[in-house]
């Protein structure tokens, strides 16, 4: 007896994508060794032309970075053909402000550096992160470019980008809590809180101490928002509105200040998402996130 096979018409629509992990971008120092090597995991578009690139950068509250969270995001701009590197940075507590921002910028440096290798388009380079990630992707926008937070790997290399997205981030590390009750608030600002330790570092290793509420021009140095000029990158913000970890009025204060200081910004509230739930990967949030981007390709 013979069986017929049945025919599956195939149409090529979307490209192979490689995924090449343990990328070592730069090597850093911390309070608990002398060398560090920080990694990106790439996602590459089987394409032969020059494509955007993105660097991701996950949240984790500064005390974890790890660069395998948001698979879903990450496979969905790499589909739409973008390069997309997902990142580790320096943490609390072996490591302190500004030294993640350093190691973002780092990304930025590397990916072009190494665009001709990545298929990657060296003038379209994006920065999204969440939370934490959003923090620093803020930082990488604000001071678009300019030599402050500089200090790292590829310095041959300019850290200026296209545009960044920032979900659920924080921007006044002394303000995280605002709205919140009072007790939450106060928990937030003790000298333990990771913001603190994020600001200040840790008194056994920096000989420092004290709520970020104590150290105000400490904390003023850790606010993108003062570190705004015309030449910052454009920006999309996202919130939720039942956030119960990271305030919405924080991507507020920086979506008026990008705003009053004459830099292109939106910002999106999402009824009912909290921070970093199923809200975050759905489909109308990606499409968001892809529209934003292509308008800067």
Do not use: C
Not at 64 to 87: C, D, H, K, T, Y
């Amino acid at each position: 007896m013979y069986f017929e096979s049945k025919v599956l018409n195939v149409e090529l629509k979307r490209a192979k994508i490689h995924y090449i992990p343990d990328v070592v971008y730069a090597q850093v120092d911390t309070f608990e060794k002398p060398v560090q090597l920080l990694q990106m995991d790439l996602l590459v578009p089987a394409i032969n032309k020059k494509m955007p690139a993105v660097i991701f950068v996950t949240g984790g509250g500064f005390i974890s970075a790890n660069r395998a969270r948001m698979p879903q995001l990450r496979m969905f701009l790499a589909e739409n053909n973008f390069v997309v590197g997902s990142i580790n940075y320096r943490t609390a507590p072996n490591s302190k402000f500004p030294a993640p921002i350093e190691d973002v910028k780092s990304a930025i440096r590397f990916i072009k550096a190494n665009a001709a290798r990545f298929n990657v388009d060296a003038e379209k380079v994006f920065v999204i992160g969440d939370s934490a990630g959003g923090y620093l992707t803020a930082f990488a926008a604000v001071t678009n470019g300019d030599k402050i937070f500089n200090v790292g790997a590829n310095l041959n290399q300019s850290s200026k980008i296209a545009a960044a997205v920032d979900l659920y981030g924080i921007s006044d590390p002394a303000r995280i809590a605002e709205n919140f009750p009072d007790i939450v608030q106060a928990a937030y600002n003790l000298p333990g809180a990771i913001a603190s330790m994020f600001v200040n570092g840790v008194p056994y290793f920096t000989g420092m101490g004290g709520g970020i509420l104590e150290t105000p021009d400490a904390a003023a140095k850790a606010n993108p928002i003062n570190y705004i000029t015309k030449n910052s990158a454009p920006m999309l913000l996202m919130h939720g509105t039942a956030d119960n970890i990271v305030s919405p009025a924080q991507t507020d204060l920086l979506f008026q200040a990008l705003r009053n200081g004459g830099v292109e910004a939106e910002r999106y509230i999402v009824p009912n998402a909290n921070h970093s739930d199923d809200y975050w990967s759905q489909e109308e949030v990606f499409n968001l996130i892809l529209d934003f981007l292509k308008r800067y390709i």
